[in-house]
């Protein structure tokens, strides 16, 4: 395995003290493994971009860090809490405080956008209906679906699917949320427009994002920091700040990523 | 939250963090102190550290219940997320149709929908038959392997269910038919009886049954997947007509198939009843004797006809409930609902059918 280049980090003092840290991650399929000895921390506030070509784990780690898929060595700490040591009641107040914005959305089908919203709201508040109503038109309103509130998720584009994904993920305001692929398949206006939210958020909310992409453009205009995953090196293969390693990176896989060049 | 009224305005301070749980607990005493008639209401929020969007939500909401109601003393962080909140909540909302009560064009609408419907399955009728007819022009459109897929999962796989329910069929009416018949000293007539009944109804019947229910499902779901996710669209582009591909062999299948699962089904009753003859201290050969009197082979053979009949119509109507899977993810469930429902209505009418068909041709 090659050497992981860490960046120097650029001095940003909003970003508070670490919101989730990675030791030592393996992720295994069989016998085939995805990745090793990933390590890292998120801090608070910031946009943390995981990218790396496809098929390398990015997806995989997502889920490893959500405690979707059990890693098969090392430990993820969300919130100072080892999610795969928590059961019960302490897991459940830990998945309260993040937020997963799926890659097709996955919204429920038979629900209008709405009712997806208030969904969560009224599983863990004791808001009123009329209040839940009203906080969850101003979560669609956040990510400009007002208009589509009673529409079904069949009745809207991709892109729509995904905003009302980040809308529900936003619905318990948790402070740390997941996006997987956020801006894949979207055009390039929809896009920005998305990037322009999470920045947005970010910024006024001081929510932490941990971000799954491969688009370039977005990862350069939302990331403050990221990792670069490989497929060839079966783990991380670069730290840092998306424009510094664009400018001085030295792996030729990650100039290769940011220049947009052929292997 | 306290609340003070001072140079004719109620001030309302609010301190600490206005997240989702202090809103859920705050919302109904702040709305209820909005809404009352008075001086107008200060949102005092010189002490609140931070607020998220829910937290906004509430304030706003509060201020726009009032006339005149103004936020006051928020710290710039504060105010950015309810700068924020403010525009989502201003943004233009869907609007509301009102609900008309219209029977007559509600009844209208039914019929013409029923009328359309009518029409797409003559047209998806008529694809099957010229696909089926331009197959035996040009036999190599037929995919033998598609097809032997098929005969096994829609056949053989359901040899063992088949099997176990005709067995209990069997003796399920041997008993109930031997109860009466002993009244009479007319136990010898059961063989012929259950023999009677397998082969000319029950065994194409429950055969019909066994199919639309494993097989006409599955191929609504298998259909329907894929008109969900376009490969049949795709198929129609590249030139592939996705019924020589994907319906004919499934409805062939189905019809090649039937017969010989109810014959499965139909022997596997018979020795159930045999079983029960046996216990009731008859001779095989008095069993065996007694069917042979009463049972042609024109009950076996209309048996197997109606059989293949009724497995052509579970299948076409299994792959066109799939094909015309509408969108989103209740698309398939109904599909497969639709095609299972109409499989076992359409083989019982069919039956009914089959039934004055057979005694105007004194078959």
Redesign the interface.
Known sequence: MSETQRLPEKTKPVFGPPVITATDLTARFGTNTLFRHVSFEVKRGEVFVILGGSGCGKSTLLKLMIGLVPPAEGKVDILDTDIWATEGAARLDLLKRIGVMWQQGAMF??QTLLENVEMP?AEH????AE?RR??A??????V?L?????????EISGGMLKRAGIARA?A??PPILFLDEPSAGLDPITSAGLDALIR?LS????TTFVVVTHELASILAIGDRCIMLDKEAKGMIAEGDPRELRDHGTHPTVRAFFLREAL | MTLREADGARILALSGRVDTMAAAALWTKLMAEARKPGPPLVLDLAEVEAVDTTGATLLLTAQGATEGARIEGASPGVVAVLDRVRDALAAPRPKTVPYRFSPLSGVGRRVVNALRNAVDWLAFLGEVLVVALGTLIRPWRLRGRELLRHLDEAGTRAFGLATLLGALLGVILAFQSAIPLRQFGAEIFVPSLVGISLLRELGPLMAGVVLAGRTGSAYAAELGTMSVNEEVAALRIMGIDPMALLVLPRVLAGMLVMPVLSLVLTLAGLAGMALIMRILGFQMTTVAQQLINFVSLKDLLGGLFKAAVFGLAIAIIGCRAGLGAGRGPRAVGDAATAAVVGGIVAIVLLDGAFAVLFERLGL
Not at chain 1, 137 to 142: D, P, S
């Open positions: 089908g038979s709201l508040t004791t808001l009123p209040a009203e906080v038109r101003a979560k669609l309103g956040l400009g007002s208009a589509a509130a009673d529409q079904l998720p069949s936003l318990l305001d947005d910024r006024s909310l001081g």
